[in-house]
């Protein structure tokens, strides 16, 4: 979960690290856009081989339920 | 008076058949009177659109045709070609700062380096008949920006750039060589990168209220094969439904 959390943080330019917590709801960031949901789609088909389509990501509200969607499909 | 828009005793090769534009196409072609040849990787469903044509005569190659090998089965057994729709392409949506060598691959590969190289092999093995028709679907995204888009929108601008040039090359023999620009249009590759509510929502934004469907496309396509359009060449033809910059999402 962390190296993953560090991973996720990556795709963000503006945001505070300390921000990414397995909690923190990320669609609500201010730095949100569909760009940055992008970036994540293509971080975790990448790093961890997983196809996650946009509205499974649209669906996860935190940073662990992307971690545990992405777990469940590996 | 005899319709100009007729495909009758025309043998026309479409890549990408399978599904999508490419189907579309063919399916148009078969009705208009064309000798339909399909090429695409799916045998399954190169069959389910062999199965949708209309009249006889119609044959299927199965080809990968970012393949040397499987391209050079494919121009073997081909006859000589009337008219040939290069469907084929994948869709991609990455940022600029996450492009990897992979990614610029896996777009340019199908987009770009395959249909330029089957065109060249096809020239070789003579397979392309005078005052034949070439037709490209490229995409309004080579001039449309839209963020994430930039490797199919540098693809299609390539494809585009390509045709123009090889249809100067072409014209001494009366071979014409124009591409198709859509706009959105409901395939599998517009549900690449975003939901299917985010699509309903920007469809409405077209003037004409909806995306295109292969079918649309596809009467543009018979124009262009057609002897109708017997004077246009290194063309390049934009249909929208009115929405001239793909619509940011």
């Known amino acids: ?74 | 008076m005899d319709n100009p828009f007729t495909l009758a005793g025309k043998t026309i090769l479409v890549t990408g058949a399978s599904s999508g534009i490419g189907r579309g196409i063919a399916v148009a072609c078969a009705g208009m009177g064309a000798k339909v040849i399909l090429t695409a990787r799916n045998e399954i469903r190169l069959q389910e659109t062999l199965f949708l044509l209309e009249g006889d005569g119609h044959s299927y190659i199965c080809a990968d045709l970012t393949k040397a090998e499987d391209r050079q089965h494919l121009v073997e057994q081909l006859p000589l070609l009337d008219g040939l729709v290069q469907c084929a392409g994948v869709m991609s949506r990455v940022p600029c700062k996450a492009i990897g060598a992979e990614d610029i691959q896996q777009v340019f590969q199908p987009n770009v380096e395959a249909p330029m190289l089957l065109q060249a092999e096809l020239l070789q093995e003579k397979k392309i008949a005078k005052s034949a028709s070439i037709v490209y679907i490229a995409s309004i995204a080579a001039r449309s920006a839209v963020a994430g888009n930039a490797l199919y929108s540098a693809s299609k601008a390539a494809l585009i750039s390509y045709a123009k040039c090889l249809s100067l090359e072409l014209a001494p023999r009366m071979i014409r060589v124009n591409c198709i620009c859509p706009a959105m249009v409901w395939t599998d590759l517009a549900l690449v990168g975003a939901t299917q509510e985010e699509l309903d929502a920007d469809q409405a934004k077209y003037p004409l209220k909806r995306y295109g469907r292969p079918e649309d496309i596809a009467n543009l396509a018979i124009y262009l094969l057609s002897n109708a359009s017997a004077w246009m060449t290194g063309s390049c033809v934009e249909i929208t439904g009115g929405g001239n910059e793909l619509i940011h999402r």
């Open chain 1, 1 to 74: 979960m962390e190296e993953f959390i560090k991973n996720f943080a990556n795709q963000w330019d503006e945001t505070e690290p300390e921000v990414f917590t397995p909690e923190c709801a990320f669609h609500e960031l201010e730095e949100w856009s569909s760009l940055t949901g992008l970036a994540i789609l293509n971080m975790v088909a990448k790093k961890y081989g997983v196809k996650i389509a946009p509205m499974e990501l649209k669906n996860c509200v935190t940073i662990a339920d992307l971690y545990n969607l992405i777990q469940s499909k590996q």
